[in-house]
T-cell receptor, first 114, second 113 residues
Framework: AQSVTQLDSHVSVSEGTPVLLRCNYSSSYSPSLFWYVQHPNKGLQLLLKYTSAATLVKGINGFEAEFKKSETSFHLTKPSAHMSDAAEYFCVVRYSGGYQKVTFGTGTKLQVIP | NAGVTQTPKFRVLKTGQSMTLLCAQDMNHEYMYWYRQDPGMGLRLIHYSVGEGTTAKGEVPDGYNVSRLKKQNFLLGLESAAPSQTSVYFC????????????FGPGTRLTVT
């Protein structure tokens, strides 16, 4: 079965400290992987994506993620959290074959403490 | 270039009423999707379309119907609204190809009383 697991529903960090949001996927095929951010009462915005090129992907607002095939993980990181990073983050997988099924994780809410 | 737009932004319905949500995209994307978002459940796919004139069921299709008569538009209909359909609805579009991301509309907040 194809699935995406976001290991933490809530993460709380202090401003200026590192951020780690975890995502694991299951797949029999090589997927494309995405991270989206959703600020309160807003739509979803793409942060970054992995599409089988470099395994370390840099995105907007200082975020990056590393694709680790051996661990089936695609964790999102940022060296130093800002207050504006408080939002909900979704890990998304898109698979080859069929209609190119897209599967969303259940989301991680990031709280940034001043 | 407006991207993906959704109409309306907010709506309140009484149980049993019907309505149609409109999604429009101006990026010439082949694929279009309707999702609903409920607290703690991420986004769940209702219906999707891989091209003009085609539609298919997603994960939670019951109680909804869709149509894609024009490539740029994807309509979501509720024939007889129920309180369980209270949710935020997002439309998205994407090019064909697994490396492409989805582009999302701003959402429609629907309340069924």
């Amino acid at each position: 079965a194809q699935s995406v697991t976001q290991l933490d529903s809530h993460v709380s960090v202090s401003e200026g400290t590192p951020v780690l949001l975890r995502c694991n996927y299951s797949s029999s095929y090589s997927p494309s992987l995405f991270w989206y951010v959703q600020h309160p009462n807003k739509g979803l915005q793409l942060l970054l994506k992995y599409t089988s090129a470099a395994t370390l992907v840099k995105g907007i607002n200082g975020f990056e993620a590393e694709f680790k095939k051996s661990e089936t993980s695609f964790h999102l990181t940022k060296p130093s959290a800002h207050m504006s990073d408080a939002a909900e983050y979704f890990c998304v997988v898109r698979y080859s074959g069929g209609y190119q099924k897209v599967t969303f994780g259940t989301g991680t809410k990031l709280q940034v403490i001043p | 270039n407006a991207g993906v737009t959704q109409t309306p932004k907010f709506r309140v319905l009484k149980t049993g009423q019907s309505m149609t949500l409109l999604c429009a995209q101006d990026m010439n994307h082949e694929y279009m999707y309707w999702y609903r978002q409920d607290p703690g459940m991420g986004l769940r796919l209702i219906h999707y379309s891989v091209g003009e004139g085609t539609t298919a069921k997603g994960e939670v299709p019951d109680g909804y119907n869709v149509s894609r008569l024009k490539k740029q538009n994807f309509l979501l209909g509720l024939e007889s609204a129920a309180p369980s359909q209270t949710s935020v609805y997002f439309c998205a579009s994407s090019p064909s190809g697994t490396s492409y991301e989805q582009y999302f509309g701003p959402g429609t907040r629907l309340t069924v009383t």
